[in-house]
């Protein structure tokens, strides 16, 4: 049901040369981030005149992440878009927060003296690298541990490098794999065409919702956020997490898994805030709160501002999905992209909207239960399979919107080779 994956072992137009530049320009952004976390104090006029130097640099991110992978959609996304989420990043610590050499992580003493300038340095780039705050005064809520069954458990470095290696291996076959599945043209008409993601403003033409329709709809919701999705955030998210620990940026007790269970699933707010990954959730949500206390100037408490900081969060991140969109979706031409990025934004702030309601239900419920008495156990598995049923069938409600038009748009893979081509029989090198 993926996009058609690669038909060659070597996948030359994985990039260009200018990776050669991106590389370094992105690693040129994350140290002058460092290097005024350490060097200048919190709300000091050198971080905010440095504003438009990293504005510039993540301008240069994006343009030679986009020369680097001209036919690699998918690649473009995750390199090129990663310019906003490196503005994001910076602006959070340096402004946002306030990181600076004061701070716990930063100065901690090293054989019992204060560290050096180099090691200042490299403990801010791990603040770069490290989106969830892992253990540090702002680690994110909810992260998962590393054994559930064991809190506080952390892996060793080379059982840490050797897990994640091999995972990495697994992962990269699995999404090999799902990516070489083609869609049929039949199937692509009857399933995913123009206008099938809706399911209550549909033209005549369009024909009526079948079952066949509706058990394809669920389907390929189900398989893409509990399945293609994580396996993608995955797959990148451990390369990463090699790439840091084996050069010591980081340590492993930084770099727990991603995502958490998926029992955790039965409300909207849980699958968002412990479910699905978090390493947007710091950079998101602190321009959020800015917007919400600083520019409306609303209360830390009460309603009105927790659901305006839920919208934010959700818009940014719209805004991020809907950058991604627009670029899926260039082959398609300027409606269809306008079009993405109408919808994904429609995704989000839904998200936010559902979050709102399912609240609204809950706080009713609660209210009934503290007048009837405490509820019981048989109750709260009842709770829990009406709250499955509700979040993923509001995933099969709107997710279509956004996932059918890049189902059609039938995007490459991003993968450099494609191991599992060997075992096509008709497969020649």
């Known amino acids: 049901m993926a996009p058609p994956g690669g038909t060659t072992l070597i996948n030359y137009n994985f990039c260009t040369r200018s990776v050669f530049l991106f590389v370094p320009t992105y690693f040129l952004t994350l140290l002058v ?3 005024l976390l ?16 990293i504005a510039y640099l993540c301008l240069r991110i994006f343009n030679y992440g986009a020369a680097t992978f001209p036919h690699n959609v998918v690649g473009l996304i995750d390199w090129a878009g990663s310019a906003y989420n490196v503005f994001l990043i910076s602006s959070t610590l340096l402004q946002l927060e306030g990181i600076d050499s004061t701070d716990p992580v930063i100065s901690k003493p090293v054989n019992g003296r204060p560290p050096g300038y180099f090691t200042r340095l490299w403990r801010g780039l791990s603040y770069c690298v490290n989106v969830r705050g892992i253990n540090t005064p702002y680690q994110i809520k909810n992260v998962p541990a590393f054994d559930s069954k064991r809190p506080g458990w952390v892996p060793s470095r080379r059982r840490f490098l050797a897990t994640s290696t091999a995972w990495f291996i697994v992962l990269y076959l699995a999404q090999d794999f799902f990516y070489s599945q083609e869609i049929t043209k039949e199937d692509e008409v009857k399933f995913l ?9 549909r033209h005549p033409q369009d024909g009526s919702i079948t079952g066949d329709e509706m058990g394809y709809r669920i389907a390929v919701t189900s398989l893409m956020w509990s399945i293609l999705i994580p396996l993608s955030v995955n797959l990148q998210y451990t390369f990463l997490s090699i790439l840091a620990v084996s050069t010591g940026v980081s340590e492993p007790k930084n770099w727990p898994p991603p ?3 998926p029992k955790d699933s039965y409300t909207l707010r849980l699958f968002w805030g412990k479910f699905w990954h978090q390493t947007l959730r710091w950079h998101f949500s602190k321009p959020a709160q800015f917007i ?9 408490t009460g309603l009105i501002q927790r659901y305006v900081n839920t919208y934010g969060v959700f818009l940014i991140s719209g805004i991020w999905h809907a950058g991604q969109s627009w670029l899926m979706l260039r082959s398609q031409g300027p409606e269809i992209q306008q079009a993405g990025w109408n ?9 936010a909207t559902g979050i709102m309601i399912e609240d609204g239900v809950q706080w009713l419920f609660r209210s009934q239960k503290v007048r009837n008495g405490e509820e019981k156990e048989g109750l ?12 993923w069938g509001f995933l099969v409600l709107v997710a279509p919107f956004i996932d059918y038009p890049k189902f059609r748009a039938r995007l490459a893979t991003f993968l450099p080779a494609h191991p599992l081509i060997i075992l096509d029989p008709e497969w020649k090198n």
Do not use: C, D
């Not at 919400?292 to 830390?300: A, M, R, V, Y």
């Open 33 to 35: 981030t460092s290097t």
């Open 343 to 351: 919808r994904e934004l429609f995704f989000f702030t839904a998200m």
């Open 259 to 261: 995502f958490g269970s």
């Open 292 to 300: 919400t206390h600083k520019i409306f100037q609303l209360p830390k």
């Open 193 to 201: 065409g123009i206008n099938r993601e809706n399911l209550f403003w």
């Open 38 to 53: 350490i060097s200048t104090p919190k709300g000091s006029l050198t971080r905010y005149a440095s504003l438009p130097i």
């Open 380 to 391: 709260v598995v009842w709770k829990r399979a009406v709250g499955y049923i509700w979040v």
